[in-house]
């Protein structure tokens, strides 16, 4: 099959593409500057590959939870590609994608992305027998003190979360993680994995139907929760 993924849900912009078996993508890191690279990038990989925009199955988007920004465009442009080219959309958690970062392949998974305020979005997955995810709770926005992890024998944390709260989120943990990293980002080669499986299961949608998830509405703390007068 042929599908484009998208993930702007953080401070990383990627896109990848599905052809036949090979996946290839372009990603940077590059705060603020998404709009201007996600189109190039997307034109750049079907060139590479000789394949033109009608010949995509279908449109791949990380739905967030991340930047309300970051968000809102991927989401906006799968569903303008899908609508032009009248294909469906498949939408994946970022917080999944930004799990298959994770690098042992035993230990529990906490992704955990910096939600700014003091809070960060996090989820737990274990790896599946085929190299797939299975989500061990539900996504979350919540403090680092705060956050209860399900039961597991081992886990590995990654994601700026690790970056910003390492301290506090290590004292959630039953024992040191047994790998952890703060320098990753959801990136649109996993949204791309996820993304085919959930197709072949029959999970795409309508584009007006492909939603983001934000868990949470507010996007800024008062002047009065900023210690300010």
């Known amino acids: 099959m042929n599908l484009l993924a998208i993930e702007t ?10 052809h036949g078996d090979e996946i290839i993508a372009r990603s940077e890191l590059a705060p603020r500057r998404h709009a201007e690279l996600v189109l190039p990038m997307a034109d750049a ?3 590479e590959t000789g394949l033109g925009r009608h010949a995509l199955d ?4 990380g ?26 959309v498949v939408t994946v958690s970022s917080l999944a994608a930004l799990a298959l970062e994770a690098e042992d392949e035993d230990a529990a998974i906490l992704a955990v992305i910096d939600a700014r305020m003091g809070e960060i979005y996090a989820a737990c997955y274990r790896r599946d027998d085929a190299g797939g995810l299975v989500a061990l ?9 705060s956050l209860v992890l399900p039961e597991a024998a081992a886990w590995q944390i990654v994601g700026t979360g690790w970056a910003t709260y390492a301290t506090p989120l290590r004292g959630r943990m039953p024992a040191e993680p047994v790998w952890a990293e703060g320098a990753r980002y959801p990136q649109a080669r996993h949204v791309a994995e996820l993304a085919v499986s959930e197709f072949r299961q029959g999970h795409a949608h309508a584009p007006e139907l492909a939603l983001p998830v934000y868990l949470r509405d507010k996007i800024a703390l008062t ?6 007068t």
């Not at 849900?9 to 599905?18: G, I, P, Q």
């Not at 279908?58 to 988007?61: D, F, K, S, T």
């Not at 002047?223 to 300010?228: D, S």
């Open 45 to 47: 990989l079907l060139a």
């Open 63 to 88: 739905r967030g939870p991340g930047a309300f920004t970051g968000v809102r465009l991927g989401v906006s442009l799968a569903q303008g590609m899908a609508l032009a080219l009248d294909r469906p």
């Open 223 to 228: 002047l009065a929760e900023q210690g300010r």
């Open 9 to 18: 849900a953080t401070e990383a912009c990627s896109v990848a593409l599905v």
């Open 58 to 61: 279908a449109i791949a988007v």
């Open 137 to 145: 709770d539900e996504e979350r926005v919540c403090t680092a003190e």
